[in-house]
């Protein structure tokens, strides 16, 4: 967020703190994130704003706080740059009392079951104080411990309650006081979500809860037990107490009775200006004098005379006032027009508009004092902003309050802009490589129309005429006074896609001349491998001879398949924290009719599915997903795994398997104190440690949803396996199809193809685990997180470098790979200069590479690049089908991003000033401006 400043320099902009405070609206462009708000900005973000204890307003907050971190999340005590001081931070929300309605309790009955459960399986985490039930009930979980488990020790969060009967401040220093008003809808029952399912939460309870039974808590409040044979209590489904029970679960499955902070800022006056004439006519002598009374400091002049500071300076400027309202439903808006705070705010104002020029005068030739201007922002969705009762709670403001209504649903432009500039121009090359997804749907209209629209709601929000829309990056001036107001300075013009492709390949000869290679090479390959013998592919004698040899490579499993067997879609590339061009680790596989999987859920998974799928498709995509597998606990890997556990839950859908690191379980147990979610849980270890002496298998339910998950996907193998990483890091091996199915079960005739297998490498070092798994697959996507020159940081850190990454390919003859995982320094393409991708493919005879200097692994291995290794970009799709000529696509595209300028330079993400304050979005960590 900026370098750090010296102590002089931070003092000098402290001082013009005033005059440069603003708001800028960070907006999201998907269905699963709330808008973000940047206040007050003047150094570095240092301070959250929670105005829900909800995973689309605070998903993006261990990431937010990653990021910040001064060693980044990957923190290895090696010495040097790793010793810096820890990053400190405070999380502001509503209060734990007033909050606990809607959170999950779990009793110290319950919480010794966890641990007896949690013991035999041999997992050493800190143990639980047990405690009576009335005492735990009044100790709820915050948010933020949900995310301390795997939280970086350079991180240090203090949590604030804020709200309830506490009017105090939550932020005050000279320039800002923000306090914080806390609201609930009234009429609404508290609700208790139960316990998940769990491989670690016994047999009985363990196999009710995975059938999709009621929660336990439920259970608990119709008086009965968990039980494994029924899902019904003494009371009987249907009964009055039952069907009050299930009201109130699904009003709080669908957030209409959580409590919403909303917050008041108040910046303080500006001090007028110093009149020295005045001052020299009151005996005062220029100096130390003068300093003293700008600093509000009386003095005595040397003839024994006090001048008060009023007596030389012209009237203070007031401050404005700044509101933020977030009404995430209808049913919040009683509770929100109704806190005292804001009905109070309401009559000043109004008291304040009708108040005539002069009237406020208490004496002749007194000055009337200004009131203060407010502004509102509204963090509300557009089905109830646009409703006739909140519109009438805005008018009563006044006609001066200046509203802005921040929704995503008004978010009609991406505002990953970058990212969706670098995929169409790597769809020039290959629509079905690099589609363009709901990016198209998003750019489309007419941009001169656009643009014009976006003029005139620019001009509207200058004028001050009605409420303002905030689109991504629109910016609320509060200081200097003669510049306050709104600006859409910083809000870009409409992405225009055709633009961006029109004359691209004419712009590049070399990259058309390379394109038409690729494109000549997989057509001769298609003809070799639709040719019974292979020999009439076309083309001069060495392509034909080259097609051939290719045809001849391509495994059974791949002969014939059809589209619709496996679609690998990359939805995050890149290592650690999200780039400008690339979001963190997951990978979507497509079974189509069988439903899909997560490979990885990084950080805002959800929103890149949206942004490939579109909302409505990508909401069917996550409701038919059958499990999700989690590599290890880095954050990078499992930040979106709650958000999409929640979503799942409020539409409705059965708990999901979810296979990880035991660990993992900890944080899952946490987070679903907080949020009702639903889940199987099944540690990873079971793969591996279930044939060792005393390894005691899983509940059966949970093995119920094992194999219910691999038949429903039609794998006959899901296993993971142990990698060289972290602790309880894993790979993934899939296998599925074969058989000769028939063309419904996407196998397209083909009688006898062996299956396909696809492998997932998770984060690792080289390693022989690996090495077995690949031998003979189909497909493996590894990491590559470093280049060859550091070599030292891939072993420190306990990563592979581009060569590492290529000779396990070569070594587990692999038969096609993806490189993934990039280091976020490489934040556009990963660096594959020496690959000689663009060079090797013009080379004659493919001889190694051409240009810069080869690294250790030599040209044989660089040589795999472009042949049988491909470079993942986010959003690629890797389909079965498109095997054997996907590589070929990859000179082409390096040669393009190079020459486009994407492999030099850093990500224009970083850098620049940060904020004071934020109240954060799920995906705000993201969020871009360009």
């Given at each position: 967020m900026g370098k750090p400043r010296s102590a002089n320099t931070s003092r000098a902009a402290s001082t013009k703190a005033h005059y440069i405070s603003h708001?800028?609206?960070?907006?999201?462009?998907?269905?699963?994130?709330?808008?973000?708000?940047?206040?007050?900005?003047?150094?570095?973000?240092?301070?959250?704003?929670?105005?829900?204890?909800?995973?689309?307003?605070?998903?993006?907050?261990?990431?937010?706080?990653?990021?910040?971190?001064?060693?980044?999340?990957?923190?290895?005590?090696?010495?040097?740059?790793?010793?810096?001081?820890?990053?400190?931070?405070?999380?502001i929300g509503e209060a734990s009392r007033a909050a606990g309605a809607s959170m999950a309790r779990v009793s110290g009955r319950q919480q010794q079951h966890w641990l007896d459960e949690m013991r035999i399986w041999s997992v050493a985490l800190p143990k639980i104080k047990e405690q009576p039930h009335e005492q735990q009930q009044e100790q709820e979980q915050d948010y933020s411990q949900a995310f301390q488990p795997y939280?970086?020790?350079?991180?240090?969060?203090?949590?604030?309650?804020?709200?309830?009967?506490?009017?105090?401040?939550?932020?005050?220093?000279?320039?800002?006081?923000?306090?914080?008003?806390?609201?609930?809808?009234?009429?609404?029952?508290?609700?208790?979500?139960?316990?998940?399912?769990?491989?670690?939460?016994?047999?009985a309870e363990g196999g009710n809860a995975g059938a999709g039974s009621e929660?336990?808590?439920?259970?608990?409040?119709?008086?009965?037990?968990?039980?494994?044979?029924?899902?019904?209590?003494?009371?009987?489904?249907?009964?009055?107490?039952?069907?009050?029970?299930?009201?109130?679960?699904?009003?709080?499955?669908?957030?209409?009775?959580?409590g919403v902070c909303l917050y008041l800022c108040e910046l303080a006056d500006v001090p007028g200006k110093f009149d020295p004439v005045k001052a020299k006519a009151l005996g005062v002598p220029p100096g130390p004098l003068y300093g003293q009374l700008q600093r509000d400091t009386p003095v005595t002049t040397p003839a024994g005379v006090t001048v008060?500071?009023?007596?030389?300076?012209?009237?203070?400027?007031?401050?404005?006032?700044?509101?933020?309202?977030?009404?995430?439903?209808?049913?919040?808006?009683?509770?929100?027009?109704?806190?005292?705070?804001?009905?109070?705010?309401?009559?000043?104002?109004?008291?304040?508009?009708?108040q005539q020029p002069g009237e406020a005068a208490t004496?002749?030739?007194?000055?009337?004092?200004?009131?203060?201007?407010?502004?509102?922002?509204?963090?509300?969705?557009?089905?109830?902003?646009?409703?006739?009762?909140?519109?009438?709670?805005?008018?009563?403001?006044?006609?001066?309050?200046?509203?802005?209504?921040?929704?995503?649903?008004?978010?009609?432009?991406?505002?990953?802009?970058?990212?969706?500039?670098?995929?169409?121009?790597?769809?020039?090359?290959?629509?079905?490589?690099?589609?363009?997804?709901?990016?198209?749907?998003?750019?489309?209209?007419?941009?001169?129309?656009?643009?014009?629209?976006?003029?005139?709601?620019?001009?509207?929000?200058?004028?001050?005429?009605?409420?303002?829309?905030?689109?991504?990056?629109?910016?609320?001036?509060?200081?200097?006074?003669?510049?306050?107001?709104?600006?859409?300075?910083?809000?870009?013009?409409?992405?225009?896609?055709?633009?961006?492709?029109?004359g691209l390949l004419a712009a590049h000869p070399r990259v058309e001349a390379l394109l038409r290679q690729f494109r000549a090479s997989r057509a001769a390959l298609l003809a070799a491998l639709d040719t019974a013998g292979g020999g009439a592919a076309g083309g001069?004698?060495?392509?034909?001879?080259?097609?051939?040899?290719?045809?001849?490579?391509?495994?059974?499993?791949?002969?014939?398949?059809?589209?619709?067997?496996?679609?690998?879609?990359?939805?995050?590339?890149?290592?650690?924290?999200?780039?400008?061009?690339?979001?963190?680790?997951?990978?979507?596989?497509?079974?189509?009719?069988?439903?899909?999987?997560?490979?990885?859920?990084?950080?805002?998974?959800?929103?890149?599915?949206?942004?490939?799928?579109?909302?409505?498709?990508?909401?069917?995509?996550?409701?038919?997903?059958?499990?999700?597998?989690i590599s290890h606990m880095h954050a990078d890997h499992h930040g979106g795994l709650y958000p999409l556990l929640l979503r799942r839950q409020r539409a409705g859908a059965p708990p999901l398997l979810v296979i990880g690191p035991f660990p993992l379980l900890r944080v899952l147990q946490e987070y679903s104190r907080v949020l009702p979610l639903r889940y199987t849980f099944l540690p990873s270890s079971h793969f591996h440690d279930s044939q060792h002496p005393g390894a005691r298998a899983p509940p059966r339910a949970v093995l119920d949803a094992l194999e219910a998950a691999r038949a429903r996907l039609g794998l006959s193998q899901l296993e993971a396996f142990p990698v060289h990483h972290v602790a309880r890091s894993t790979g993934l091996k899939l296998s599925g199809g074969g058989g000769g199915g028939d063309a419904a079960d996407g196998g397209g005739g083909g009688g006898g193809r062996p299956p396909w297998s696809v492998v997932f490498s998770g984060d690792t070092r080289p390693c022989a685990s690996v090495v077995a798994a690949a031998r003979g697959a189909t497909l493996l996507v590894h990491e590559a997180t470093f280049e060859d020159e550091l070599a030292g940081d891939a072993l420190a850190k306990r990563h592979s470098t581009?060569?590492?990454?290529?000779?396990?390919?070569?070594?587990?003859?692999?038969?096609?790979?993806v490189l993934t995982h990039f280091s976020s320094r490489y934040p556009k393409i990963p660096v594959l200069a020496g690959t000689g991708a663009a060079a090797d493919a013009d080379a004659d005879a493919g001889e190694g590479a051409a240009g810069t200097a080869a690294p250790a692994g030599g040209t044989a291995l660089l040589s795999m690049v472009g042949r049988s290794v491909a470079v993942g970009f986010d959003f690629m799709t890797v389909n079965l089908a498109d095997l054997p000529w996907l590589p070929l696509v990859v000179p082409a595209a390096d040669e393009l991003l190079r020459e486009e300028g994407f492999v030099d330079g850093a990500d224009e993400g970083e850098g620049g000033e940060g904020a004071a304050a934020a109240v954060p979005g799920a995906g705000g960590v993201r969020q871009e401006g360009r």
């Open positions: 708001v800028q609206v960070l907006n999201a462009d998907n269905s699963t994130a709330s808008p973000s708000l940047l206040l007050v900005r003047i150094s570095r973000i240092n301070t959250v704003l929670a105005t829900r204890t909800s995973t689309d307003t605070l998903a993006g907050l261990p990431g937010l706080l990653l990021t910040l971190a001064p060693a980044g999340p990957d923190l290895v005590k090696c010495g040097g740059l790793l010793d810096a001081e820890p990053f400190k931070a405070r999380l939280a970086s020790n350079n991180i240090s969060l203090e949590v604030v309650e804020a709200g309830g009967s506490c009017a105090a401040p939550v932020v005050q220093n000279p320039f800002v006081t923000i306090t914080a008003i806390y609201t609930r809808p009234c009429k609404q029952q508290p609700h208790q979500q139960g316990l998940p399912v769990a491989a670690a939460s016994g047999g929660p336990v808590a439920k259970k608990q409040r119709t008086g009965t037990e968990p039980s494994g044979s029924t899902n019904n209590g003494p009371t009987g489904a249907g009964s009055p107490a039952e069907t009050a029970a299930a009201a109130a679960a699904a009003a709080a499955a669908a957030g209409e009775g959580e008060q500071p009023s007596d030389v300076m012209s009237p203070a400027v007031p401050g404005p006032l700044l509101l933020i309202v977030d009404c995430p439903t209808a049913a919040h808006l009683a509770a929100v027009e109704g806190a005292p705070q804001v009905q109070r705010l309401q009559q000043q104002q109004q008291q304040q508009q009708r004496a002749a030739g007194a000055q009337q004092q200004p009131g203060r201007e407010l502004f509102v922002i509204h963090l509300t969705p557009a089905d109830v902003s646009e409703s006739a009762a909140y519109q009438a709670f805005m008018a009563r403001f006044g006609p001066a309050c200046r509203h802005v209504l921040a929704s995503a649903a008004g978010q009609r432009d991406t505002t990953c802009r970058a990212a969706a500039s670098l995929q169409t121009k790597l769809n020039v090359l290959d629509p079905s490589v690099f589609p363009l997804g709901a990016v198209a749907a998003a750019a489309a209209g007419d941009p001169q129309q656009q643009q014009q629209e976006q003029q005139q709601q620019q001009e509207e929000q200058l004028e001050g005429v009605g409420p303002a829309a905030g689109p991504h990056m629109t910016r609320l001036v509060l200081m200097p006074a003669r510049q306050r107001g709104l600006t859409a300075a910083d809000v870009p013009p409409p992405l225009q896609l055709a633009e961006l492709r029109h001069n004698g060495a392509e034909a001879a080259e097609a051939e040899a290719a045809a001849a490579a391509v495994p059974a499993e791949l002969r014939g398949v059809g589209r619709d067997e496996l679609e690998v879609v990359l939805l995050g590339t890149v290592s650690a924290v999200p780039s400008n061009y690339r979001n963190v680790s997951s990978y979507y596989l497509d079974r189509f009719a069988r439903g899909g999987a997560l490979a990885d859920c990084g950080e805002d998974a959800m929103g890149q599915l949206e942004r490939r799928y579109g909302a409505a498709d990508a909401e069917r995509r996550i409701q038919e997903l059958q499990f999700v597998w581009l060569s590492e990454a290529l000779g396990v390919a070569r070594d587990s003859g692999v038969y096609r790979t």
